[in-house]
């Protein structure tokens, strides 16, 4: 069956530490999205990408970094520029027409703790 | 810039009874999703609603949507405890990008 995986399911960051969330789909979706979820809050979008090379920043941007240098695969690093990263990180995914259809597709996610 | 807003923040029912959950948007969209959250786990895809109008209904849960008025609700019929959960509308914010900004959620609890 066609999904979206994240892994790790848990990770912990040390202070001053980059860490990177992998986010792969066999959808054959073109774009991808990192959003990032505090407890008790709605999600807010970190990066987007519709094709591969090519991604945008969201409205939390700022700590974070991205690659999409394959369609299938778009990979969300943690630097230690990001002061308070502890949160649920979420990959999702779609395609023209699948949008509109079903929704965006979702990752299980991803809990970064600092310790 | 794309606000959504859900209302109430919370909601504590007792089954069998029916509320509604409020979702209001702040600029144009073509497009607009309610999810369902679990504690803990992933977004489940509940309705998408594209046009004014659109009424769409799942066992207890109906979802409309009113494009001029840029509102959506979510009703929920004669609730059950398996209807615990927080439920998110999200607005496509420009076509082009796919943008997807959420609500804030509701978390719904549903008591016996």
């Known amino acids: 069956d066609g999904g979206i995986t994240q892994s790790p399911k848990y990770l912990f960051r040390k202070e001053g530490q980059n860490v990177t969330l992998s986010c792969e789909q066999n959808?054959?979706?073109?774009?991808m999205y990192w959003y990032r979820q505090d407890p008790g809050q709605g999600l807010r979008l970190i990066y987007y990408?519709?094709?591969?090379?090519?991604?945008q920043k969201g409205d939390i941007a700022e700590g974070y970094s991205v690659s999409r240098e394959k369609k299938e695969s778009f990979p969300l690093t943690v630097t230690s520029a990001q002061k308070n990263p502890t949160a649920f990180y979420l990959c999702?995914?779609?395609?023209?027409?699948?949008?509109?259809?079903?929704?965006?597709?979702f990752g299980s996610g991803t809990r970064l703790t600092v310790v | 810039e794309l606000k959504v807003e859900q209302n109430p923040l919370f909601l504590s029912m007792q089954e069998g009874k029916n509320y509604t959950i409020y979702c209001n948007y702040s600029?144009?969209?073509?497009?607009l999703y309610w999810y369902r959250q679990d504690p803990g786990k992933s977004l489940e895809s509940l309705f998408v609603?594209?046009?004014?109008?659109a009424v769409k209904q799942e066992g207890r849960l109906m979802a409309s949507l009113d494009t001029k008025a840029r509102l959506s609700t979510l009703h929920i019929t004669a609730a059950v405890h398996d209807l615990s959960a927080t439920y998110f509308c999200a607005v496509v914010y420009l076509r082009v990008a796919d943008k997807l900004i959420f609500g804030t959620g509701t978390r719904l609890q549903v008591f016996p």
């Open positions: 609603l594209l046009s004014n109008g």
């Open positions: 990408s519709q094709i591969v090379n090519d991604f």
């Open positions: 600029t144009t969209s073509d497009r």
């Open positions: 999702a995914s779609s395609t023209p027409g699948q949008g509109e259809r079903r929704g965006y597709t």
């Open positions: 959808l054959n979706h073109d774009a």
